[in-house]
């Protein structure tokens, strides 16, 4: 795989990621509902834009993004973003939509934990 073409399959998954995050907010009679106060909380900045959270997910831990999901916890909102690891490992993670803080860790898989750090 070039490196243009390794650029374009991950710019084609975060298309992908945004796409199924604005489906999952806007379910069954709920298209005026969490759809429109979740883009209202990013017009507003009250959330940091999804690219920027995939952007630091991306540095900070290995493994490639499988779901993502934007959630409304007791006023606070929360990205939930599950990673799959090349050994199994499944990893979703919690992190603050408002400042991008990571907020939860938790590992199910054939590894024991694993966080890369930030370079």
């Given at each position: 795989?070039?490196?243009?073409?390794?650029?374009?399959?991950?710019?084609?998954?975060?298309?992908?990621?945004?796409?199924?995050?604005?489906?999952?907010?806007?379910?069954?009679?709920?298209?005026d509902?969490?759809?429109?106060?979740?883009?209202?909380?990013?017009?507003?900045?009250?959330?940091?834009?999804?690219?920027?959270?995939?952007?630091?997910v991306?540095?900070?831990?290995?493994?490639?993004i499988?779901?993502?999901?934007?959630?409304?916890k007791?006023?606070?909102?929360?990205?939930?973003i599950?990673?799959?690891?090349?050994?199994?490992?499944?990893?979703?993670?919690?992190?603050?939509?408002?400042?991008?803080?990571?907020?939860?860790?938790?590992?199910?898989?054939?590894?024991?934990?694993?966080?890369?750090?930030?370079?």
């Amino acid at each position: 795989m070039t490196a243009m073409s390794g650029k374009l399959a991950i710019r084609g998954m975060h298309m992908a990621l945004c796409a199924a995050l604005l489906l999952s907010l806007a379910g069954p009679g709920q298209a005026d509902g969490d759809h429109d106060r979740a883009r209202r909380a990013l017009e507003a900045g009250e959330v940091l834009p999804l690219r920027a959270i995939l952007q630091r997910v991306e540095r900070e831990h290995t493994g490639r993004i499988m779901e993502v999901e934007l959630e409304d916890k007791d006023n606070r909102w929360l990205y939930e973003i599950k990673l799959l690891r090349s050994d199994g490992t499944l990893v979703k993670l919690k992190i603050d939509a408002r400042d991008g803080s990571l907020l939860g860790e938790k590992v199910k898989g054939k590894s024991a934990p694993h966080r890369q750090e930030a370079p």
